[in-house]
């Protein structure tokens, strides 16, 4: 069988790389203003309401037009997918699986092109979009292997004149809903997982990334997976969203996203319909308020260096974003004084030139709400960098840290979900870790210590769903670590791991009697081989 490995980034030092990633961003530049159908059941429907999603690094230019999803619509979908469900879930796993590596296969080829859309319509950096292009690539492979390897069932003990076995069968129709930061990376995973397993979606993009979602759609028809098995619904989350989420009919919702959205389908989903003779299957992954902790005994250079990548990389806008810095006293200042120059350097502009670190927020209210954060930030606690919008036609915010931050400060407790990071004092490592445990959210952290003991106590007392020592806290790898939080960052689904297909399956657990018959087909080979030997 195909072995899993990741896949490499793309090294844009080389010349060669640099040029195909210019092509790329004036190919899809050349497509901008085009209008995409929603699809149901390889169906292209238009409608008369419709949206249109921007590019965030100039301000008004119309990257496509949408179809705003109505409930008639929502409707045709979810017929679609319960219709075709009844052939896809008895399709061999085999040939589900064989769907996905077809699509990584193709995501392989477009590569640069599907970069190039992340690039233009979320505005992340070359390399935040080539590895966003790999994780998605890592997770068609990862899941199709998965699906093989569910497909054997567990192992199980046996039992005299009785063949026992436990076989994965799926769920039914179920509903995508992926947030825009990690646009094809996420989305693909939801839906590659949810369909390998034996499941018919039906996809429903955020409004903010609804362009890289109709190129995944694509790859999807040109890996021919059957019509029907992937119905793709642009819209609001509020009309598609709450109608499908509350359907009788949906048999589970893959979410991810922020927690006030995540808690209401979780709510949604829990109120039985008239008619619904299951209990909704939610896997809901939300927010984060992530720390790093610099401990008096860390490499400082190094903790420099990780914690501008995780604060700062892809704007902040990632929920493994650090954005609680938790620094011990006595390396504080050494710390701060090597840092601050380094967040200084952030070259913050449109991604479109590759010299620009940061790029854009995602839209307009995010901006906003990033804005009125950081009078926050500045009113509970003193702006040291940044703090202001940066120069342009986009989106753009400076890179801005706030330091004098307490536990109880809201720069501490809520998700901005933006460049903005919050240092705290620790007097040692025991309050470190202390700081570290006072959030409503559990999703990454990393400590940075040489301490031995420390690391040890770290790993047992920091609760997070991804704790990561001396390293960054973002860029977890599917197959390696399994990403998923703890309290209200969500339901700790454990995404690219091994557990994560058991949520798009139930189990099966048939035993047959056979009474005195042979329990295995191999048995009389063996008894054969035994007695040829003697
Ligand atoms: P969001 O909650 O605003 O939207 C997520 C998705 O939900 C979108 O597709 C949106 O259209 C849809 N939606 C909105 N209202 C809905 C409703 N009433 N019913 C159903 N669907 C609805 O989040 P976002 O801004 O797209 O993404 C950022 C958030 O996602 C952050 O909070 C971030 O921490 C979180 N996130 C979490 C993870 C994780 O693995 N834990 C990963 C990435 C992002």
Redesign the pocket.
């Known amino acids: 069988m195909k072995q899993f490995k990741t896949e490499k980034y793309t090294d844009f030092t080389k010349a060669v790389n640099r040029k195909k990633m210019e092509k790329a961003i004036t190919h899809v530049e050349s497509k901008f203003g085009k209008e995409y159908s929603i699809i149901i059941g390889g169906e292209r429907i238009r409608l008369d309401k419709k949206f249109h999603s921007y590019n965030p690094s100039q301000k008004g230019e119309v990257i496509g037009t949408f179809q705003k999803a109505d409930e008639p619509t929502a409707e045709r979908a979810m017929q679609v997918a319960l219709k075709t469900f009844e052939a896809w879930r008895y399709t061999p796993a085999k040939t589900r699986a064989g769907y996905l590596f077809k699509m990584a296969n193709i995501m392989r080829r477009r590569r640069f092109e599907l970069n190039a859309w992340m690039v233009l319509e979320e505005g992340k950096n070359w390399l935040e979009a080539d590895a966003d292009t790999a994780e998605a690539i890592d997770f068609c492979d990862y899941y199709a292997l998965e699906a093989l390897r569910y497909d054997k069932g567990p192992k199980l003990y046996k039992y005299p004149g009785e063949i026992n076995k436990q076989v994965y069968i799926p769920l039914g129709a179920g509903i995508v ?6 646009p094809l990376a ?1 989305l693909t995973g939801m839906t590659t997982a949810a369909f390998v397993s034996g499941n018919t979606v039906i996809l ?5 990334s609804p362009g890289i979602a109709a190129i995944f759609m694509e790859i999807v028809e040109e890996a021919k997976v059957p019509v029907g098995v992937v119905n793709f619904l642009t819209g ?3 009309i598609a ?2 109608y499908l ?1 509350r359907h009788p009919k949906t048999r589970f919702v893959a ?8 808690l ?2 979780v709510e949604q989903a829990g109120k039985t319909q008239p008619g619904q003779i299951w209990i909704k299957r939610v896997v809901a ?4 308020k992530d720390l790093i902790i610099v401990d008096s005994e860390a490499d400082i250079d190094s903790a420099v260096a990780g914690v501008r990548t995780s604060a700062f990389g892809f704007q902040g806008q ?2 493994s974003a650090c954005s609680r810095l938790i620094l011990d006293d006595k390396i504080y200042d050494q710390f701060m004084k090597k840092f601050i120059p380094t967040v200084e350097a952030i070259t913050v502009g449109p991604t479109k030139d590759n010299s620009n670190y940061m790029g854009p927020v ?1 839209n307009e209210s995010a901006y906003n709400s990033i804005l009125e954060y950081i009078k926050i930030g500045k009113s509970e606690g003193t702006c040291v960098s940044g703090g202001e919008p940066a120069p342009g036609d986009g989106w753009f915010i400076r890179p801005t840290v706030i330091t004098d931050i307490a536990s109880k400060h809201r720069i501490f407790q809520e ?1 901005i ?1 933006g460049p903005v990071l919050g240092v705290t004092r620790a007097r040692d490592f025991e309050h470190a870790i202390q700081l570290a445990n006072d959030s409503e959210y559990g ?1 990454t952290g990393a400590v940075y210590t040489k301490n031995k003991k420390k690391i040890e106590k770290a790993k047992r007392e920091v609760f997070v769903g991804n704790l990561y020592i001396n390293r960054k806290c973002t860029g977890a790898l599917v197959g390696i670590q399994p ?3 703890f309290n209200m ?2 339901t700790d689904s454990k ?1 690219g791991g091994p557990d994560y297909l058991m949520l798009f399956t139930q189990a099966k657990a048939i035993a047959e009697y056979i009474g005195s018959r042979k329990t295995s087909k191999k048995t009389p080979r063996r008894a054969a081989k035994r007695k040829r030997r003697k």
């Open positions: 809903i992926p947030p825009w930061n990690f996420i429903k993009p955020s409004s903010d609001p989350g509020a969203g709450d989420v979410f991810t996203g922020s927690k006030p959205v995540g209401r389908i992954e939300m927010g984060g990632k929920c995602i998700e979900f999703l990403f998923g939080g960052s969500g995404a």
